[in-house]
C-alpha cells in the first residue's frame, strides 16, 4: 500500500459511476445520464476529501473500472464478496488494519471530518468508530483490525442498518465512538439538502447543472464540520 503517513488507512468503496447504474432512485427527476454526473462528482469530492487528509494509505475499493475522476495517490482494489456487507469486510482484509471506510454518497465530506475519524479510531480504548446518517444507515466505519463478524447478520441498505451495526460491534466487546451524523445522497430531497451545505462543491454544481437544484425554502442540512 502506498505510504502518506499516520498509522491508519483511509478507503472509499465505491461504484464506477455509469448511466444506468449509479444513483438511479435520483430517476426521477433527474435522467440516467444526469444521475450518472451527480454520483461522479460525489466521488471526486469524496476522493478530494481524501487526498488531502494524511493517513497512511488511501485505498479505493471499486466495483468498475477506473476512470478519470481518480486522483493520483490511490491504491485501487476491486470489491470482493456478492452482497454490501461481505465487500465491507472484504476491504477492510484487503486493507489491513487499523482503516477508516467511507462510501461515496456524502459529498459534504470534509478532510476535518476524516481526520477527527482517524483521531477516535487512535483513541486509547476504542475499537471502531461509526458515523451515522439521518436515514438510519452509516456513513462510516472505522476497525482497529479487519473482522468479518462486525458485519455479520447485518441488513444493509435497511431502516435497521445502524441499530443493528451498533449492537453487533457491541457484542464483539468493542468500545464505539460516534462521528457526526450527515446526510447521505439517495433521494433527490437529500440531494438538494445536501448541495445547499456543500454549495462550493462539485457535487453541488453539477445539481445546478442538471436543473434540479435545491428549493430556495428548503432547509439546508447539516454543516459538514
Do not use: N
Request: hydrophobic share 50%; proline share 8%; net charge positive.
Amino acid at each position: 500500500m502506498t505510504a502518506h503517513g499516520g498509522c491508519a488507512a483511509l478507503i472509499v468503496i465505491a461504484k464506477a459511476p455509469a448511466p444506468g447504474r449509479s444513483k438511479t432512485r435520483l430517476c426521477p427527476p433527474c435522467t440516467p445520464v444526469q444521475a450518472a454526473a451527480l454520483a461522479e462528482a460525489a466521488l471526486r469530492d469524496t476522493l478530494a476529501a481524501v487526498a488531502a487528509t494524511p493517513c497512511r494509505a488511501r485505498v479505493l475499493a471499486l466495483d468498475g473500472e477506473p476512470g478519470p475522476w481518480l486522483p493520483a495517490g490511490f491504491d485501487v482494489i476491486a470489491q470482493r464478496g456478492t452482497g454490501l456487507a461481505q465487500r465491507l469486510a472484504a476491504a477492510f482484509e484487503d486493507t489491513g488494519g487499523p482503516a477508516l471506510l467511507v462510501a461515496m454518497d456524502t459529498p459534504q465530506l470534509t478532510p476535518a471530518l476524516l481526520a477527527a475519524g482517524l483521531a477516535r479510531l487512535g483513541s486509547r480504548g476504542v475499537g471502531a468508530v461509526l458515523g451515522p446518517t439521518r436515514d438510519a444507515g452509516y456513513w462510516a466505519i472505522g476497525l482497529r483490525r479487519p473482522d468479518r463478524a462486525v458485519f455479520a447478520g447485518v441488513p444493509m441498505s435497511s431502516p435497521l442498518t445502524l441499530c443493528t451495526q451498533r449492537a453487533r460491534l457491541g457484542a464483539l466487546g468493542l468500545r464505539v465512538a460516534e462521528l457526526p451524523q450527515l446526510t447521505d445522497v439517495d433521494t433527490i430531497a437529500a440531494a438538494r439538502l445536501v448541495a445547499r451545505s456543500a454549495s462550493g462543491s462539485l457535487f453541488a454544481a453539477a445539481l445546478r447543472a442538471s436543473g434540479h437544484a435545491a428549493d430556495e425554502h428548503q432547509p439546508v442540512a447539516e454543516a459538514a464540520a
